[in-house]
């Protein structure tokens, strides 16, 4: 088996015709007007020695105007599905000047958006009703400098921790210079710091300068650790995935997937009801199979990989079209996982780009629906080479898709629990100048979809509909305690139920963005106000999204909570639980 160009070394020389059009960080003052594109490490290698190819690609993608609102569609919007709207942006503040990306969803209900490939980040605080369209802006702590070096990554592996804490590692681009770093970071919002995190023993650089990490993919496993694979190891096996020990943040060995060629740069995660983790190979055999259909499961009780079976068509983008990408997948409530192909219709490829469908309770293959052909002019394939999904408080699926590798403009669809796709409006800003690896999802405490396009003002999705009651979570106790109770400033309580993590991980995108939510969020509503209030909440006793599973975690009331009475409900993924009373003192 030939090694999928692992054996070219070293990151890639731009020139200063593509340093110019990259935009970089050094001009905090001007938006983002071309954003590179998420890359496979071989794809990356091609244009290594050849920066005139390079430049050409980068001219080709979509420039941004950002001089005026410019809606996506080709034709009418279409009528089904939900709407979209702006979140307020506050430009007194200067927000986010190279655009927003990753956004995180904290466990005190705030959210934590990356200012793009730069060392800056951002919070937005939801309003006193708890929404977020009208939240307010704060920056928080820089990235650090680590070994003389500004971290400022782009397309990275992260997770938010059982602790609340964040952590991101790698990178795709450093600074906006394509370069696979093995640089990474802890946040904690309590202390609002950054605290820089080594890689794991024996993944180092290579004579060229690129790391093992870059843009790895990364899971936090049912017991909260942090997991993160090895990106551009090659083979992967040699030291096998890592897992973080947060309270010295070292990091040992696991099994890594050892049915993809040894090489898992590209793929992506997925926790299942069982605590396994999905991945779908791209590198099966790689080029003799040039359309792998070849899944796998980690087995956390051993650490090891075993089958997951076979997709019944290939889900990833052949590899005579040079991405070596592939779409992202989502658990639904149902139980069954729904993937994405990345098939960009290049060179005469069959161009409609497939779905798969995982049960997971008979761990069986099933074909789906293939994404519309509305891209382009209206007529050409749409694909999720590197793009977003999000499985919805109704259950329906929200994903982008735009042609070819990335081409704008972007439309939104809705994959229903009926197995119809349904094409919903575009975004109100920048959808016609933007390909689909442009936006980030994140599902919101109300329900909504957030979504980020490295542009200055994120956008929130609302659905219709609502969910199945059997879906939300249970809350039985509160200290020991059947509700109501009371509960006072300050202090810190033990909620006990079941499913307090829902029955997905929320969000996904792949190798290059992680926006899980499979972890409680707690509200408080006073009843006399109307004010709503998010509780810190810290060490839930388990991540798994499977169904009634027996969940617990803590809650810290806020200071600034009203007092008098109040509901209280779990949220997770946007489903809340049944309000319980409690009295705050």
């Not at 209900?109 to 060392?119: D, K, M, S």
Request: aromatic content about 10%.
């Amino acid at each position: 088996m030939k090694t999928p160009f692992l054996r070219l070394k070293g990151m890639m020389v731009l020139g200063a015709a593509a340093v110019v059009m990259l935009a970089t960080a050094e001009s905090q003052a001007q938006a983002l007007k071309v954003i590179p594109p998420p890359m496979a490490y071989p794809k990356g290698q091609v244009y290594k020695n050849n920066p005139v190819a390079w430049n050409e690609f980068l001219a080709t993608l979509p420039h941004r105007t950002y001089d005026a609102k410019t809606v996506g569609a080709d034709a009418p919007p279409p009528t089904s599905g939900g709407t979209w709207a702006e979140v307020t942006t506050n430009t007194d503040s200067g927000v986010a000047s190279n655009g927003l990306s990753n956004p995180r969803l904290l466990q005190d209900g705030t959210v934590l958006f990356q200012e793009a490939g730069t060392q800056y980040w951002w919070k937005l605080t939801p309003d006193n009703m708890g929404n977020y369209v009208d939240g307010t802006w704060t920056q928080v702590a820089t990235l650090p400098v680590i070994s003389g070096t500004q971290y400022a990554p782009l397309y990275f592996a992260s997770g938010v921790l059982p602790d609340g804490k964040v952590i991101i590692e790698g990178g795709e681009y450093q600074d906006f210079t394509p370069t696979w770093t093995n640089m990474g970071a802890i946040y904690d919002p309590v202390a609002n710091t950054w605290t820089a995190v080594s890689p794991p023993s024996g993944w180092g650089y290579n004579s060229s300068g690129d790391g093992v990490i870059g843009d790895s993919e990364s899971i936090v496993l049912n017991d909260g650790t942090f997991m993160l694979g090895g990106c551009c190891n090659y083979p992967d096996t040699t030291t096998g995935n890592a897992l973080l020990d947060e309270s010295s943040l070292t990091w040992t060995f696991t099994g890594a997937p050892n049915a993809g060629g040894d090489y898992q740069d590209e793929q992506g995660y997925n926790l299942l009801p069982n605590g396994n983790v999905l991945t779908v190979d791209i590198w099966t055999y790689y080029p003799a199979n040039e359309n792998p259909t070849n899944a796998e499961q980690y087995d956390y009780s051993s650490g090891t990989w075993i089958s997951a079976g076979n997709t019944p068509v290939s889900l990833v983008d052949p590899a005579k079209c040079g991405t070596f990408e592939i779409g992202p997948a989502v658990m639904r409530p149902d139980g069954t996982l729904l993937a994405f192909g990345g098939n960009t219709g290049c060179k005469g490829v069959p161009s409609l780009d497939p779905t798969a469908i995982y049960n997971t309770g008979s761990g069986t293959w099933t074909a789906g629906k293939n994404v519309p052909a509305v891209c382009g002019s209206g007529k050409t394939a749409c694909d999720l080479a590197d793009a977003p999904a999000a499985t919805m408080p109704n259950g329906n699926v929200l994903f982008a898709a735009s042609s070819g590798y990335g081409d704008s403009p972007t439309h939104f669809f809705e994959y229903t629990t009926t197995g119809v796709i349904k094409q919903t409006g575009d975004t109100l800003l920048y959808a016609s100048e933007s390909g689909a690896y442009y936006y980030d999802f994140l599902v919101l405490p109300t329900g909504q979809v957030l979504t980020t396009d490295f542009s200055n003002t994120p956008e929130v999705y609302t659905p219709v509909g609502s969910p199945n009651a059997a879906w939300a979570p249970v809350i039985t106790e509160i200290n020991g305690k059947a509700p109501p109770g009371n509960v006072t400033h300050g202090d810190t309580y033990t909620l006990s139920g079941t499913q307090f993590n829902g029955l997905t991980q929320g969000a996904a995108f792949g190798d290059d963005e992680q926006g899980a939510t499979n972890y409680p969020i707690v509200r408080l509503t006073n009843k006399s106000s109307g004010h709503v209030f998010y509780a810190r909440t810290t060490n839930p006793n388990t991540a798994s999204i499977a169904p009634g599973v027996a969940t617990s975690a803590s809650f810290t009331v806020p200071e600034t909570m009203e007092l008098g009475q109040a509901e209280l409900a779990v949220i997770a993924n946007g489903i809340a639980s049944k309000n319980v009373q409690v009295v705050v003192k």
